[in-house]
């Protein structure tokens, strides 16, 4: 496993991480929460992502269990704030929310300090001033070691850091966008600028489109799958076009290529992630523990991937943003 630079922050994180959106809390409990980031663990992982939201903060509470099995320095927990509740202050990036939030995230996880602190969305109605003074303030006070990002644009990115230096205020290291064969715009070219300016690190989610790398919705919706679990996913996944039958194509093809390196489809599409050097560490999703283990072979597969075999990739997915 290699350790990279989250941007150009000198902290350093696994290039596979384990998340727990939609698994801790909903499909995993909390024996087989401890299994999976054990076998993590065991295959070089230090990085674990969280957020308020998942689960209602039961995610967090189970990963705060599991977390008393590990010495903490040899993690780097994250957490996000943003949604947080149903009241009119539950929720976005005030001062209020970002202070209350990360409190009470603190408290489910049992730690004093969280490493990574995501906004988990931008918040139009909050002034970037008022976000970014509160993120100095979690910095500052020990509550977390650096602040970003998850789905802002290229130009609320900048804005943060502009505030910031008016300010002279901590600014943002990282953020954490959606990055898979499919989805590829905002890490290849609306942040491009980004990585060499402010030194931006990416903690990159959905590697496997939900499953749909894995090659497991090649001829429908299987009864154990994430898609039949998770409906309104599954109708999102139509309407945005991720779920198409061109994307399965794809899949059917690119299953080929990873045969014939004797990879599975989703160690082809976790090791192609890898390969790109501006992406500080992929977070991978697991609802059970064979799955964590043969994605984390993804690292052995990496080398694999010639120039030749990534071209050959290239002209499959013919998806490469101009
Ligand atoms: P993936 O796209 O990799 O999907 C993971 C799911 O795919 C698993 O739960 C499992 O679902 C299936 N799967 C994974 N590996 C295999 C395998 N080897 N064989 C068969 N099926 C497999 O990642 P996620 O969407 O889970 O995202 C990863 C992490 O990113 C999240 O846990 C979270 O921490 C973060 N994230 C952040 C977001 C943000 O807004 N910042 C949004 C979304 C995620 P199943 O078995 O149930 O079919």
Redesign the pocket.
């Known amino acids: 496993m290699e350790y990279r630079r989250l941007g150009k922050a000198g902290i350093k994180v696994s290039e596979l991480s384990?998340?727990?959106?939609?698994?801790f809390g909903n499909?995993l409990d909390v024996a087989n929460v401890k299994a999976c980031m054990r076998e993590a663990f065991n295959h070089g992982v230090n990085f674990f992502?969280?957020?308020e939201a998942?689960a209602n903060g039961l995610s967090e509470s189970l990963m705060g269990l599991a977390l008393k099995e590990y010495r903490r320095t040899d993690l780097v927990i994250s957490t996000?704030i943003f949604w947080g509740g149903n009241g009119p202050n539950d929720r976005g990036l005030s001062r209020k929310h970002i202070l209350e939030g990360t409190w009470e995230s603190l408290k489910r996880l049992q730690l004093d300090y969280v490493d990574l602190i995501?906004c988990?969305?931008p918040d139009p109605e909050t002034p970037i001033e008022e976000t970014v003074l509160a993120m100095d303030y979690v910095i500052r006070n020990g509550l977390a070691m650096y602040w970003g990002t998850?789905?802002w644009s290229a130009e609320q990115i900048e804005a943060a850091h502009k505030a910031a230096k008016e300010l002279n205020c901590i600014p943002p290291t990282m953020e954490?966008?959606?990055y898979?064969m499919f989805v590829r715009e905002k890490v290849e070219k609306e942040f491009k600028p980004l990585y060499e300016k402010y030194g931006l690190g990416l903690t990159?989610?959905?590697?496997?489109?939900?499953?749909?790398?894995?090659g497991?919705y090649n001829n429908g919706i299987?009864e154990?799958?994430?898609?039949?679990?998770f409906k309104s996913l599954a109708e999102r996944m139509k309407e945005n076009g991720l779920l198409s039958d061109e994307n399965i194509e794809k899949v059917k093809k690119l299953s080929n290529i990873a045969k014939d390196l004797g990879a599975?489809m989703?160690?082809l599409a976790?090791a192609w992630l890898l390969k790109n050097p501006n992406v500080s560490t992929v977070?991978?999703?697991?609802?059970?523990v064979?799955?964590?283990k043969?994605?984390m072979k993804a690292v052995e597969v990496k080398e694999k991937l010639t120039e030749d075999i990534m071209q050959e990739i290239e002209k499959i997915l013919n998806n490469k943003p101009e």
């Open positions: 384990l998340g727990s959106w939609l698994t499909q992502d969280n957020a998942y996000k995501f988990h969305r998850s789905e954490q966008p959606q898979n990159t989610w959905s590697p496997l489109a939900s499953g749909l790398l894995t497991k299987p154990d799958s994430r898609l039949a679990k599975s989703p160690q976790l977070i991978t999703g697991a609802s059970r064979e799955q964590v043969e994605n």
